[in-house]
């Protein structure tokens, strides 16, 4: 009887007329993002030492709209050389986005994630030791997704580490 009640809970948790009332407009505003994008990409690798992939970027609401799953693979000459997904949600009570991110290697990280403007965002994280990284995503004139990353050593002197500029093709 008891599971009985608790299945009975759960179901009526998840009917279609709570669905539509659990969709996040926080997330929805990131819809812009939504879709197969695909263009080369520049990284350093360190002094003197850099790569030009073809970046692919896989993102789609889900959830209801409540989160923003991003997949990331940058390859060079069919080798994949990078691969990372991000999974991006808005936590109503703090008035804040959560971004965990995660790389092939096992590693992940939370990041802040701030939309600046109308399909504008910055994200980014500390590495330790006053070190950081953060990321500016655009859609410019073109409808591209342009990104530029940059790492600073201090927090306060920045030097570019990665760009890319990426064709919406779904």
């Keep these: 009887m008891k599971n ?3 299945i ?5 948790s998840v009917s ?16 812009f993002l939504e879709g197969k994008w695909t263009g080369p990409a520049w ?3 360190g002094p003197n030492n850099s790569k030009t992939l073809t970046q692919k970027e896989d993102v789609q609401l889900m959830l209801n709209k409540n989160v923003l799953h991003v997949e990331g693979i940058g390859s060079e000459n069919g080798k994949v050389l990078f691969h990372a997904l991000g999974i991006i949600s808005y936590n109503k009570q703090t008035e804040k986005y959560n971004f965990r991110a995660y ?3 096992g590693l992940s990280v939370d ?6 403007g109308e399909k504008w965002i910055e994200w980014g994280f500390d590495i330790g030791n006053g070190a950081k990284v953060k990321y500016n995503i655009r859609i410019n004139e073109k409808g591209q997704w342009h990104e530029v990353g940059e ?5 306060n002197k920045w030097y570019k580490n990665f760009e890319m500029t990426l064709d919406k093709t779904i």
Excluded: V, W
Excluded at 19 to 27: L, R
Excluded at 111 to 116: D, E, G, Q, S, W
Excluded at 151 to 155: E, L, M, R
């Design 4 to 6: 009985l009640l608790l």
């Design 8 to 12: 009975c809970i759960l179901l009526g």
């Design 16 to 31: 279609p007329a709570n669905a539509q009332e659990t969709s996040n407009p926080a997330i929805e505003k990131l819809a």
């Design 43 to 45: 990284i350093s690798l």
């Design 103 to 105: 790389r092939e290697t």
């Design 111 to 116: 990041a802040y994630f701030i939309p600046k």
């Design 151 to 155: 790492f600073s050593p201090d927090g």
